[in-house]
């Protein structure tokens, strides 16, 4: 049985629906991303699982119980967002105590050591005196997070937490926030709209878009067999191809590229542009039928083949590679 369930919930707002009939379900211990553009809707069914909103119908089941109307105090999670929200007046460890304070059960001494506990567990003891201030972004988010978990939550809400942190702070931090949850094994729904986030983080991911699921599944399953173009297109970047059988997708990176003509199944195409991205180039390509086609390839490689603009190249497609959508009309 899993362990968080959200039932055919329906909400609208003003007249328009921002979550139609959505269900999903998750599992004790699951790191899920619910993924998907601005507007689609996360933030909304974040919020019903935290019963800051009532959903028009349907129902939200946790551990086996019908929490649909329950306040979101008597829930028992942890939340994070975009905005760390810490008291500016405080330092780092008074306002992790803050929250703790209000449980019953731990004397202050407990209190405390439960405190150092989880400001140890993000890596924050050091800077326990100081105020939130002096701290940087990631470490703000990380007094955030240390604050969420330290009440010992059912499961753990994340709505966009990484999203106001520069680039470098927020690839370490997914690790960070990855390895604890795995430490402590606590269930956890995140929302973001950033794929990349979404691939390394999660057991499974919930693919949103205009208030429905398009796709739920693992990252591997969600990048290699994505259900229809929308997934295709917001996960990684997809080719659409066209031969005489119908229109594929191919992923840039399944596509071998060559200066030297070879027999058959290799299709001739002009480098248009070549795009520098780090350790890798992707090669974009107009083919002799004005399909537009790129291709990922090894920074390396393209220094070895000279490869430049408007040279001919090969393409060799390999069928395995293909995807084929039923949805792929709209798309192309
Ligand atoms: N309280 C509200 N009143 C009216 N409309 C709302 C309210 N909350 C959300 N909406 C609308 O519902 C839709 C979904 O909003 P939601 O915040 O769930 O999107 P989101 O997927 O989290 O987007 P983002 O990535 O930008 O945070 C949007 O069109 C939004 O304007
Ligand atoms: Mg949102």
Do not use: W
Request: glycine residues 6%; hydrophobic residues 40%.
């Amino acid at each position: 049985m899993s362990y968080l369930k959200v039932e055919n919930i329906y909400k609208q707002f003003g007249g328009k629906a921002v979550l139609k009939n959505v269900n999903a379900d998750i599992e004790k211990g699951e790191l899920v991303c619910i993924l998907g553009p601005s507007g689609c809707g996360k933030t909304t069914l974040l919020r019903i699982i935290a019963g800051l909103e009532n959903p028009d119908q349907g129902k939200v089941i946790i551990d086996g119980k019908d929490c649909t109307n329950l306040a979101p105090a008597k829930r028992n999670f942890g939340i994070v967002f975009q905005s760390y929200a810490l008291f500016p007046n405080m330092t780092i460890e008074q306002n992790v105590l803050f929250g703790l304070s209000e449980q019953k059960k731990l004397n202050k001494e407990q209190q405390r050591a439960k405190a150092l506990e989880v400001l140890g567990l993000v890596d924050l003891l050091e800077h326990k005196n100081k105020y939130p201030a002096q701290l940087s972004g990631g470490q703000q988010q990380r007094t955030a997070l240390a604050r969420a978990i330290a009440l010992s939550p059912g499961y753990l809400l994340l709505d966009e937490p990484l999203s106001a942190l520069d680039a470098k702070v927020r690839s370490k931090l997914r690790l960070e926030i990855r390895k604890i949850q795995r430490e402590l094994g606590i269930t956890t729904i995140m929302v973001t709209h950033d794929q990349e986030e979404a691939l390394t983080m999660a057991d499974r991911i919930i693919v949103m878009n205009n208030a429905v699921i398009e796709q739920v599944g693992t990252p591997r399953t969600v990048y290699e067999n994505p259900a229809n173009t929308f997934v295709a297109n917001f996960i990684g970047t997809m080719n659409f191809y066209e031969n005489n059988t119908g229109t594929f997708g191919i992923r840039p990176e399944n596509i071998e590229l060559t200066k030297n003509e070879l027999p058959d199944s290799f299709l001739t195409g002009k480098v248009c542009f070549l795009e520098f991205k780090g350790a890798m180039v992707r090669v974009h390509n107009k083919l002799y039928n004005n399909c537009e086609i790129c291709v990922d390839l090894p920074a390396e490689k393209v220094r070895a083949l000279e490869l430049k603009e408007n040279d001919t190249v090969y393409l060799k497609i390999t069928d395995r590679h293909l995807i084929q959508y039923a949805d792929v009309q709209e798309a192309v």
